[in-house]
């Protein structure tokens, strides 16, 4: 009569409209306009920003699942939410075949910002005279994305908290 003895309807869980933005890689980071090559700087495929390594150990740059390791290990994405996002580990790297790249992760591991997705043989790549920037793009947040903020600027430590996304 009064509903004292239903069963409560349990609530979803709400959906996250923030994602935060870890760096991978200890060294410098950079905006997206400052990489060396045009479909990142001009974000063709999405925004995002990089890091210029100072060491091989890449980590995560957000929370979520692995949804894609490259064939080549060249680049892995990524899903935290609704949000997809792409870490591609250097530039033209794509045609080295997988030589300077250890991947640590596969499809569908759960992630965080201590997670190890790969050592990079930096050495290996300036032999190939490859760029060794490591490129986060948000590749559906033209659609999905809010805001976009660094809140870190210079040298950051991999793991470290360098900015956040507020979703739609």
Do not use: C, W
């Not at 980590?59 to 080549?72: I, Y």
């Not at 870490?87 to 075949?97: E, F, Q, S, Y």
């Amino acid at each position: 009569m009064f509903g004292f003895f239903k069963k409560k309807k349990e609530e979803a869980a709400p959906v996250s409209k923030e994602v935060t933005l870890y760096a991978v890689a200890d060294g410098q980071l950079i905006n997206i306009e400052e990489v060396n090559d045009i479909v990142f700087a001009q974000k063709m495929m999405g925004d995002g920003f990089a890091i210029v390594p100072s060491n091989g150990e890449i980590s995560a740059p957000v929370a979520g699942e692995v949804v894609n390791v490259f064939p080549t290990k060249h680049a892995v994405g990524f899903k935290s939410g609704a949000l997809e996002v792409l870490l591609h580990m250097g530039i033209d790297t794509v045609a080295l075949n997988g030589g300077p790249f250890d991947t640590k992760v596969s499809d569908a591991q759960h992630v965080d910002a201590n997670t190890l997705v790969s050592s990079v043989d930096l050495d290996q790549l300036a032999a190939e005279g490859k760029d060794n920037a490591m490129i986060v793009i948000f590749t559906n947040g033209n659609d999905l994305v809010e805001s976009f903020e660094l809140t870190a600027s210079g040298q950051v430590s991999r793991g470290q908290e360098i900015g956040k996304l507020i979703l739609k």
